[in-house]
């Protein structure tokens, strides 16, 4: 009920807002195995339906790198105006050295599994604390810090000027 309440609002909003409403970005890492608020995807897949029937508007959904490198992800890419991927080296065992090149990796794989769509790194970025007693610290063996985070900052920015990749950046505070 919640999820079919939020989904009506963001068309309501789409349409009544038109001109400062860009996209729509129904659910977010909803296909991965860790996620705590999964979704099956053929009911994702009809809430996309759903929400591309109701407005204009190009509607996406955001999951990581390793989902939209998987075969059952072409299903999903079928429905999509465009594709956001989460990317982040640091949270997949890489140190700073290696996480640009195993990030343009990541990006090189899931634009090969999906040719003909437009991709937005939609999440990204390099910690500068991590908080060593939750269960996603196992994966960190990268050394967060403000140096390292301003140095990856600066190679991704770099990297998608260059290649014209659209992207955000995730800052937390």
Same mark, same amino acid.
């Given at each position: 009920?919640?999820?079919k309440?939020?989904?009506?609002? *963001?068309?309501?909003?789409?349409? *009544?807002?038109?001109?400062?409403?860009?996209?729509?970005?129904?659910?977010n890492?909803?296909?991965?195995?860790?996620?705590?608020?999964?979704?099956? &995807?053929?009911?994702?897949?009809?809430?996309?339906?759903?929400?591309?029937?109701?407005? *204009?508007?190009?509607?996406?959904?955001?999951?990581?790198?390793?989902?939209?490198?998987?075969? &059952?992800?072409?299903?999903? *890419?079928?429905e999509?105006?465009?594709?956001?991927?989460?990317?982040?080296?640091?949270?997949?065992?890489?140190?700073?050295?290696?996480?640009?090149?195993?990030?343009?990796?990541?990006?090189?794989?899931?634009t090969?599994n999906?040719?003909?769509?437009?991709?937005?790194?939609?999440?990204?970025?390099?910690?500068?604390?991590v908080?060593?007693?939750?269960?996603?610290?196992?994966?960190?063996?990268?050394?967060?810090?403000?140096?390292?985070?301003a140095?990856?900052? &600066?190679d991704?920015?770099k990297?998608?000027?260059?290649?014209?990749?659209?992207?955000?950046?995730?800052?937390?505070?």
């Open positions: 009920a919640a999820n309440a939020e989904v009506a609002e *963001a068309i309501r909003l789409a349409n *009544a807002y038109p001109e400062h409403v860009v996209a729509l970005m129904i659910g890492e909803t296909q991965v195995s860790w996620s705590f608020h999964r979704v099956n &995807q053929n009911v994702l897949i009809e809430y996309i339906r759903q929400v591309r029937a109701a407005t *204009a508007k190009p509607v996406s959904t955001a999951d990581v790198s390793s989902y939209w490198s998987e075969p &059952q992800s072409k299903a999903m *890419a079928a999509l105006a465009f594709i956001v991927t989460h990317i982040y080296a640091m949270w997949n065992g890489q140190s700073i050295d290696s996480a640009m090149g195993w990030s343009k990796a990541q990006y090189a794989s899931n090969a999906h040719p003909n769509h437009q991709f937005v790194i939609g999440e990204t970025g390099w910690a500068t604390m908080d060593y007693e939750a269960e996603e610290a196992k994966y960190i063996t990268g050394k967060p810090g403000e140096e390292n985070q140095r990856f900052h &600066q991704f920015i990297w998608c000027t260059e290649e014209k990749i659209p992207n955000f950046y995730f800052v937390a505070f």
